[in-house]
Each structure stands twice: as C-alpha cells, then as structure tokens.
C-alpha cells in the first residue's frame, strides 16, 4: 500500500494545517486531493493502526501455542530432622520434553536419606538416574491439546490478516463517503453562489427598472424574494458543507494529532476520476474476499475444535516407562541394566460419554450455523456487486440525459434573459427559467456523485477498494 508520502507528505500538511502558509500564500484556495488524504489515513489513523494490532495479536497467540512445547524442569527437597536424628531427606529433580504427538520425553535424578524413610524410595549415596518415555496410547496420540493450539494459532493467524484487511476497507469506504460528500457540498456551492449572482443581478436591475418608472414595485418585491431565497439556499447547503468538512477532519491525523482543514481547504474537482482501474463485475470472484475468508477461517477453527472434541470419545491409556540408571563410587557415569526399570499404565474411561457427546453436538451446531452464515454473506455480496454495477449504468444515462438538460435550460435561461430586458417578460417566469437551470446543475451534481458512491460501492463489496492504493 502507497504508505510513503515522500515530498507529498510536507506539501499535504501544508494544506492541512490552519495556520500554514506554506507555498500557498499567494493561492485563494488549495487542494486535498484524494489519494493524498487516503495516504494520509493510512499513514497516521488509529484505526488503521489498530488493524495492525491484529497481527502483533495473532504473533502472541501463535507464542502461546508454541509455549505448551516447552521443556518443564522442576525440583522437590523434603528433609525432617527431630531429636537429633535424620527421619528423612528426599531430592529430585526432573524434566519432561512435551512433542506434538501424545509422547513425551522424561528423565530426572533423586537422592534419598533417613532412619524412616519409605524403603520404596531409599537410594545409595550416589542417587538414582532416571530417562523414558511416556505415551498416550488411545485418546491424545495424535490429536491433542498441543496440536490443536498449533493448529489453531495458524488459523488464528489468517484471520488476524483478513480482518485487518475488513478495518482497513471498512476504514478507507466510510474516508471515501466522506469525500465523495465534501465534493458534492463544495461544488453546490459554486453552483448556487452563481444562483445568488443571478437572483441579485434581476433584482438591481428591476429596481432600476422601477426606478425608471418601467417595472412596478410588486415586481421588485418578487425579486427582492427571490435574491432573498437564492441566499437561504445557499445558507443550507453551507450548514452541510460545514458538517462535510468536519466529517473529512475525524480522519485526518498526523502523529497522534487530529487534524483541522484550513478554510480554503477544497477537495479536487468531483468531474476528476478518483478510482483507477477495477475488475468489471462478470470478472468479480469473492474467493479472496476478506469477510469470506475470515468465515472460512472461523469454519476451520471450529474444524480443528471438533477434531479434539472427537479424541474425547477414546478412552485415555497413558504408558510409562523409565529405565533406571545407578552411579557407584568406582563408575560415576550412570550405568544401565536391562532388568533395572519402572513402568506402568493409566487408564479412565467415562462409561456413557455424555458430556463429550454434548460437546460434540454442540460443536456441529456451531459448524453447520457458520456454514450458514458463510453462504448467506457470499449470496449478499453477490446481489450488492451486482446491483451497484446496475446502477452505475443506469445513473450514467441519467447523467448523459441531465447533462443535455442542462444546456438546454441555459438556452432557455438566456433567452428568456434577453426577452425580460426587452419587457417582453416577467419576474416570474424569468425565476422560472433560472430555477430550472440551477436544479438541473444541481442535479447533474447529485447524480454524478452517486454514481461515484455506487462505483465506490462496487469496490468495496468485490473486495477491489485497497487494490486503488497498492503501488
């Protein structure tokens, strides 16, 4: 992604910062352009830094799993003396390397002393050596709790990816409303600021006119009302542009700082493409869509907990085995005899299961509930992809329609003009006139910014939204 502002940075927050007057000292205006306002959101949002949080999340999840791998070493020393006798001093020590599989290494040493001590753990001088194994030979071999945090970390770690993917897009399409609106209210502006220059204008010259004795002071009255208006018009689309320009400043920051647009701040001219190339919607494929793989992620995090939740039904036989290795005075390294061991077994098994099958049925429900879900987005994003793609085509025949409208309505405006000068009209349909060429500006306006909201829409649900920013 276009992270690096280079020279673009230093020339953005000049046009940003409300006291700058940097480079543009000289300029009425300036311009946000789009892309340098995304860059910036990317750069210096929190939320886009939260998204990266994700990742440093799903690293310590896969260290948690990594973590019940580790070798355990652990030390015991119990020792009773009373009258002057030692009942008994017992020490080990001993450590146990865990694998995936239901295996694990063991070994320790112990060294025991004492008049009363267990005879069961009495040893020479020199202590008692130990190294074996012990398994699981039904419930545990190979399904376990240790593989499945593995197994699951990896998961985890591909759904920490595709929902920082789903903030970031969710992140860039709000940004990109809010642009797509600030457009739209800037530009109203000119559109009805030129409405209250030419409402102004009729109503000068119909004073004149009536100061002539060639218009009546009701006609003045009209368009003193009109001009009247034209600027309470211009005054709601103002309160709307000033709620625009707040809503672009909640994602503007730099450095942990909230950002306030300078007054003559402007966005680029809404008739510029802001999107770049995009896939059309017959090539659209919802396979690498984020909020489609963070389901599949959940579905096979549920898989790999089912998977456990079955190894639950085997019964659990643990064997263990330990050769014994003794020291002697004359040989300090340990020696090992065939007939010099311990081993033995542990078995349970719960005799109806009810629990694990609950766990189990339960399990299955959750799966066969993700499933559905998981089709039921796939199905929305479809129709969504598929009716943004529809009406762009059908606002872009608005457009063609309203644009042609527009110039005929100045046609009319014009000559309706030239006839009032010569008192061949009136204020009225004069108002007419101008008000039908002002609505169809307006309206070329609109719809050109919602064909961009719904062009903005078909980025976002076919996953294309990102793509505009990737260097």
Known sequence: MARDFGLKII???????????????QADSVTLSYKAYIENIFQYHPIAKTADLRIKEAEAEMLDARGNLDPVISSDWNQKNFDDKLYYRQ???????????GIDAVGGYENTDGIFLNPENSTDEFGLWHLGIEVNLLQGLYINERRTAMDQARVFQELAKNEQQIIL????????????????????????????????????????????????????????ILYQDARAVKQKNELGLIKARRNIENFLWFDEIPITLRENTLPENYLSPIFQDFEMFEDSDLSEHPIILSSLNKLSYLDIEQKLKREKLKPKLKIKYNPLLATSSNNISPSYSVSDFKWGFDFSMPLLFRSERASLQKGAIKIQETKFNLETKRNELQNKIENS?????????????????????????????????????????????QEKYINGQLKVLETYIKRQIELLNFLYFSNQLIDQFAE
Not at 91 to 101: D, E, G
Not at 187 to 215: C, S
């Open 169 to 224: 897009n969710d992140l860039v399409y709000n940004a990109s409303v809010a642009y797509i609106l600030w457009q739209q209210y800037a530009f109203a502006e000119e559109v009805l600021t030129e409405n209250v220059t030419i409402a102004n204008t009729y109503f000068e010259n119909t004073k004149q006119a009536f100061a002539n004795g060639e218009k009546t002071a009701m006609d003045t009255l009209e368009a003193f």
């Open 11 to 25: 020339f953005g927050i000049a046009i940003l910062w409300i006291d700058s007057s940097f480079v543009y000292s």
């Open 91 to 101: 020490y080990q020590t001993k450590f146990k390397i865990p694998t995936l599989l």
């Open 389 to 433: 793609w529809q009406q762009q085509g059908l606002l872009e025949d608005q457009l063609t329609i309203l644009s042609d409208n527009v110039e005929s309505y100045k046609q009319l405006l014009d000559g309706e003009n030239e006839k009032f000068n010569y008192g061949e009209s009136s204020v009225f349909l004069l108002n007419k006139r």
